[in-house]
């Protein structure tokens, strides 16, 4: 076998391969054995067919298809263990060029991955923000914790419904009299002020009092869910069936004994002040690792595949399925509430993608051009890590690792390594 390699525009290779006839006899050889068993000639047992009988019988051609679904992976496969520098991002093409008795020439065209023109990534400067915990964060965090803790209570006097109650009502919804599907419901809980209803809706149930009704008169928005309402005016006849306020507990000692491992709110209040100030110093430092991939990718040239850019744009809707999966929607019905399509998804997600991919690569090429692959003694300092915190011993653990979690591993190191790298060879200011 020999062959060619011609590199194209976008990041495309093609080879051209040539196979001699032994290499095309022997292959023959193979399809015949792992296809005599489908073929029966009389005078002969099935599957003991000679192949010259069988050739003579069904033509010379009759392994021949068979043969090349043999050939084209095996000596593709060979052409890339020797052109180790081309990596495959996409999928090939084949094209038979010439077949004859005396071998086989066949192409193959892929999409490989990019090479990179690093820009500039030592001596770059870059701004950390700030990290300054006020008082009215705290108390913001203590808010929060306080309604966690609070319950809904009814109200028995004869009190209005304000804003920040929970309403029990029962609603029917109507466009020029006619009512709609979903459009009714009883019993429904709804929080006044939370949001949850279309515009205008929540504002005119309070004030009402436990037994009124009212007909709550609202617009659709243009560009809601349903194409049947978007932008039309609705009635939804409500009637307040109850009224529920929350019932908040106090903060003090008590309140932060029952929400935390402290005895005292002062003691609480500076740990809550500890975990934003940690929170807050994790951002920042995203934040400065961003900011210098950002640069370093801005000055860098790399002509991402569009094979790459579709793979990190299928990515990203399974994480959206997932999400919505655990929110128990479908991703489908999530489009058709947005009143969009998968199309209009992907080119939204498109530019993002280049962008993730970009980074990617000229990150892949910093790591090389830099020697900062992780070593196995590393690999093995943190598998060692997560075997101890399994309560195993590495020979177990490792039994049971799947390639994926030897590939977290492996890529947390190379991403703890950059970093390291970049901010001992950039300026942070502070």
């Given at each position: 076998?020999?062959?060619?390699?011609?590199?194209?525009?976008?990041?495309?290779?093609?080879?051209?391969?040539?196979?001699?006839?032994?290499?095309?006899?022997?292959?023959?050889?193979?399809?015949?054995?792992?296809?005599?068993?489908?073929?029966?000639?009389?005078?002969?047992?099935?599957?003991?067919?000679?192949?010259?009988?069988?050739?003579?019988?069904?033509?010379?051609?009759?392994?021949?298809?068979?043969?090349?679904?043999?050939?084209?992976?095996?000596?593709?496969?060979?052409?890339?263990?020797?052109?180790?520098?081309?990596?495959?991002?996409?999928?090939?093409?084949?094209?038979?060029m010439d077949f004859q008795d005396n071998g086989v020439t066949f192409s193959v065209?892929?999409?490989?991955?990019?090479?990179?023109?690093?820009?500039?990534?030592?001596?770059?400067?870059?701004?950390?923000?700030?990290?300054?915990?006020?008082?009215?964060?705290?108390?913001?965090?203590?808010?929060?914790?306080?309604?966690?803790?609070?319950?809904?209570?009814?109200?028995?006097?004869?009190?209005?419904?304000?804003?920040?109650?929970f309403v029990t009502i029962d609603f029917t919804g109507s466009v020029d009299g006619v009512e709609f599907d979903g459009g009714h419901a009883e019993d429904y809980d709804l929080g006044l002020g939370t949001g949850t209803f279309i515009p205008g809706f929540e504002e005119q149930l309070e004030g009402l009092k436990v037994g009124e009704e009212k007909d709550v008169k609202v617009t659709f928005p243009k560009d809601y869910g349903s194409k049947e309402l978007a932008g039309k005016e609705a009635v939804f006849a409500c009637k307040v069936k109850a009224i529920k306020a929350k019932e908040m507990p106090e903060i003090n000692d008590e309140f932060a004994k029952d929400v935390s491992e402290f005895d005292t709110l002062d003691e609480y209040k500076?740990?809550?002040?500890?975990?934003?100030?940690?929170?807050?110093?994790?951002?920042?430092?995203?934040?400065?690792?961003?900011?210098?991939?950002?640069?370093?990718?801005?000055?860098?040239?790399v002509e991402v595949p569009d094979e790459m850019v579709e793979e990190a744009i299928d990515e990203r809707l399974k994480e959206l399925q997932y999400q919505l999966m655990y929110q128990g929607m479908q991703l489908d019905k999530y489009l058709e509430m947005l009143g969009t399509t998968m199309e209009a998804v992907r080119k939204d997600f498109r530019e993002q993608a280049e962008k993730t991919v970009k980074s990617r690569l000229v990150m892949e090429a910093l790591i090389s051009a830099e020697h900062l692959?992780?070593?196995?003694?590393?690999?093995?300092?943190?598998?060692?890590?997560?075997?101890?915190?399994?309560?195993?011993?590495?020979?177990?653990?490792?039994?049971?690792?799947?390639?994926?979690?030897?590939?977290?591993?492996?890529?947390?190191?190379?991403?703890?390594?950059?970093?390291?790298?970049?901010?001992?060879?950039?300026?942070?200011?502070?």
């Open positions: 076998m020999n062959y060619t390699v011609e590199k194209l525009e976008k990041s495309r290779v093609k080879f051209v391969i040539k196979v001699d006839e032994k290499e095309l006899d022997a292959a023959i050889d193979e399809a015949y054995a792992k296809n005599k068993h489908k073929y029966q000639v009389e005078g002969f047992r099935k599957g003991h067919v000679p192949k010259s009988v069988l050739e003579r019988t069904y033509g010379k051609g009759v392994f021949y298809e068979d043969a090349l679904d043999i050939i084209l992976p095996k000596y593709y496969d060979e052409v890339l263990s020797k052109e180790t520098e081309l990596v495959p991002v996409g999928r090939p093409e084949a094209d038979i065209t892929v999409t490989v991955k990019p090479e990179v023109k690093l820009g500039q990534y030592k001596g770059l400067e870059v701004k950390r923000d700030k990290v300054r915990i006020t008082e009215a964060m705290i108390e913001a965090e203590l808010k929060l914790a306080q309604d966690r803790q609070s319950r809904l209570v009814e109200v028995k006097d004869d009190r209005a419904s304000r804003k920040g109650d500076k740990d809550i002040k500890k975990q934003l100030k940690h929170e807050a110093d994790q951002r920042a430092d995203e934040k400065v690792e961003n900011d210098l991939v950002e640069l370093i990718a801005g000055g860098s040239e692959e992780p070593t196995k003694e590393e690999v093995d300092v943190k598998i060692k890590e997560f075997a101890d915190g399994a309560k195993k011993t590495v020979e177990e653990y490792t039994k049971d690792m799947h390639e994926r979690q030897l590939n977290y591993i492996v890529n947390n190191l190379a991403t703890d390594k950059i970093f390291g790298f970049l901010k001992a060879n950039n300026t942070i200011v502070k």
